[in-house]
């Protein structure tokens, strides 16, 4: 079964700091993949997702994620990040081209961003 | 305008209890899921539903039964609630075609937490 695996549990930043995720995923054929980001209170949002192309995606609010399928990671970036960031941030996974195949998501990343 | 409602919110009950959360999507999509967020934020899909047919079923235990009367709609009973169903339950929807999950992207609810004292 596929896993998902996001290692940092709860991270901590002053603001304009730069930032980085990881995420580390345990399939080894072709994926979709996604980071999606929960503010305090409200319902996941995706950020943003890839499937084909560029390994270099850019998302919403200046997020991107790198995609380096020797290293089964999608890791998500932010070069200068702002209080307004501070959420839970979850990497999904998903096999392509499988029918019904469900989105399996990693247990979740705590940005704190202090002011 | 609400992409994917889910009522209640939030609810309070007593263990022993069956008590039913519903959710709605207007994005026209054909498949819908119930997720479960622990304590811990940690989600895990419980079912899936693509035009009405239950296509991903977890093991969950059979207290918890979805129904979908239509694509829009899924709804999630539970019965004889056990302290540890407490957790926030999402809804989602995606578009699928033809049963496969087209896009991946999950649009979710905005959760109903459910405390079982």
């Known amino acids: 079964a596929q896993s998902v695996s996001q290692h940092n549990h709860h991270v901590i930043l002053s603001e304009a700091a730069s930032l980085e995720l990881g995420c580390n995923y345990s399939y080894g054929g072709t994926v979709n993949l996604f980071w999606y980001v929960q503010y305090p209170g409200q319902h996941l949002q995706l950020l943003l997702k890839?499937?084909?192309?560029?390994?270099l995606v850019k998302g919403i609010k200046g997020f991107e994620a790198e995609f380096i399928k020797s290293k089964f990671s999608f890791n998500l970036r932010k070069p200068s990040v702002q209080w307004s960031d501070t959420a839970e941030y979850f990497c999904?996974?998903?096999?392509?081209?499988?029918?019904?195949?469900?989105?399996?998501f990693g247990t979740g990343t705590r940005l704190t961003i202090i002011p | 305008d609400t992409a994917v409602s889910q009522t209640p919110k939030y609810l309070v009950t007593q263990m022993g209890n069956d008590k039913s959360i519903k959710c709605e999507q207007n994005l026209g999509h054909d498949t819908m899921y119930w997720y479960k967020q622990d304590s811990k934020k940690f989600l895990k899909i419980m079912f899936s539903?693509?035009?009405?047919?239950?296509?991903i079923n977890e093991t969950v235990p059979n207290r918890f039964s979805p129904k979908s009367p239509d694509k829009a709609h899924l709804n999630l009973h539970i019965n004889s609630l056990e302290l540890g169903d407490s957790a926030v339950y999402f809804c989602?929807?995606?578009?699928?075609?033809?049963?496969?999950?087209?896009?991946?992207?999950?649009?979710f609810g905005e959760g109903s937490r459910l405390t079982v004292l």
């Open positions: 989602a929807s995606s578009q699928g075609l033809a049963g496969r999950i087209l896009t991946g992207e999950l649009f």
């Open positions: 539903y693509n035009n009405k047919e239950l296509i």
């Open positions: 999904a996974v998903k096999r392509s081209n499988f029918g019904n195949e469900k989105l399996t």
């Open positions: 890839y499937f084909s192309g560029d390994p």
